[in-house]
Each structure stands twice: as C-alpha cells, then as structure tokens.
C-alpha cells in the first residue's frame, strides 16, 4: 500500500543551524511532492511544491530537494530561526489532481535560541 | 484575500446531538476539501469538491457524516449522530485550480463527550 513517512519524534536545532527533515515513501510515484507548515490551533500553510523532474526548489531559507530514485525529499530550513518551530508536513500526488493527496503525520521541529 | 473562514472554532457537544460545521472557501477557488485530524491517523480527507459537486466521498467514515455545497461560497459538513470516536479537529481546504496548494481554514476543534 502506499506510504509516506517522516520522523515521527520531534527535530531539535540550535538557532543559526541548519535544520533538514526528510519524507521518504514506498509503492509510490508522484507526481509531486508538497511541504506544509502547521502552527498550534492552525492549519496547514503552503510552503512549496517540487515536481518529478525538478531536482531542487528555494524559497528565501527554504530549499526543499526531490529524490525520484531514493523515493525521499528533504527539506532544509537555513540560519534557523525559533519562530520556525512548528510541525512540518509533507504530501504527495499521484494524480496530477491534488484531491488525491497522501500525508505524512509530520516532523515537530523545534529551534532552541 | 482572508482566506478560508470557518466556524465555530470550538464545538462541544454530547453523544447522539446533530453537529455541523460550516465553511467560507476563498472566492474564486473552485475545489473544496473537508479533512479530519487525529494524532492517531493524521490528516484524513473526508470529502471532495469541484465546482460545487461532490467529486469523492469515499474518505466519509459512515452514513452519520454528510456534507453539502449548496454554492460556490458555502459548504457544510454535519456529523448525525456524532460519536465521541468523531472527536478531532476538522479542516476546511480550498484550491485554486488543478496542481495548486490547498488553502487551509483554522479548523473547528470537535469534541463530543
């Protein structure tokens, strides 16, 4: 069946540092792959999306990479920062329609200052 | 632009009682989603939505969940009876068009004792 997965135990980073989590899936092949941030009493907020053929996405300290080959995506957070201590959550499509989205429980990530 | 609106953020309620839950999608967006969040099983979709029609509803646990959108700017989902099992948080997504992220509402926190 398919799966996706992220660290389920919480990410503790030193602020400055870089903080990388990873989604890795199994009987899978999307056609892309989305990051989400989800605060406390909030939903989930957009982040960015990597399609199969794109190798590496960036948005101002965000960097997320799409491994086809591996079935992985990282996402790397630069010169971290405590306010982005939050739950971060990944999810595929395979059907090229988003309504079909498959979640990961999401990575808790926490910067200390 | 503000966003996804639902409503009521909280609802407590007992066992067997008629629950709906309302939402504003952002105007323009064509596709409605309702998800269900637990820490259990993570975010779920319930149901699906393009241009006012249920496309999917294959995620709506039993018969006691339906959900309605009667037009473009309005969506209900009512849980008849609910159950204390149908306690988590509920989110409204909108989207703008094919291949676009959701847009996520707050979520109205359901809790049936």
């Known amino acids: 069946s398919q799966k996706i997965e992220q660290n389920s135990e919480a990410l503790n980073i030193q602020e400055g540092k870089t903080a990388t989590l990873t989604c890795n899936y199994t009987?899978?092949?999307?056609?892309?792959l989305q990051w989400y941030r989800q605060d406390p009493g909030r939903g989930p907020v957009f982040l960015l999306l990597?399609?199969?053929n794109e190798k590496e996405k960036r948005k101002e300290r965000l960097k997320v990479t799409f491994d086809t080959t591996l079935k992985q995506s990282l996402f790397h957070i630069t010169a971290s920062q405590p306010a982005d201590s939050a739950t971060y959550l990944c999810?595929?499509?395979?059907?090229?329609?988003?309504?079909?989205?498959?979640w990961g429980a999401g990575t808790k990530l926490i910067i200390k200052p | 632009d503000a966003g996804v609106i639902q409503s009521p953020r909280h609802e407590v309620t007992e066992m067997g009682q008629e629950v709906t839950l309302r939402c504003k999608p952002i105007?323009?967006?064509?596709?409605l989603f309702w998800y269900r969040q637990t820490m259990m099983r993570g975010l779920e979709l319930l149901i699906y939505?393009?241009?006012?029609?249920?496309?999917?509803d294959s995620g709506m646990p039993e018969d006691r969940f339906s959900a309605k959108m009667p037009n473009a700017s309005f969506s209900t989902l009512k849980i008849q009876p609910s159950e204390p099992r149908d306690s988590a948080v509920y989110f409204c997504?909108?989207?703008?068009?094919?291949?676009?992220?959701?847009?996520f509402g707050n979520g109205t926190r359901l809790t049936v004792t």
């Open positions: 997504a909108s989207m703008g068009g094919l291949g676009s992220p959701l847009h």
């Open positions: 105007s323009g967006h064509n596709s």
């Open positions: 939505f393009n241009n006012n029609v249920p496309i999917d």
């Open positions: 009987n899978y092949s999307p056609a892309y």
């Open positions: 990597i399609r199969e």
């Open positions: 999810a595929l499509d395979a059907s090229g329609s988003n309504y079909q989205l498959i």
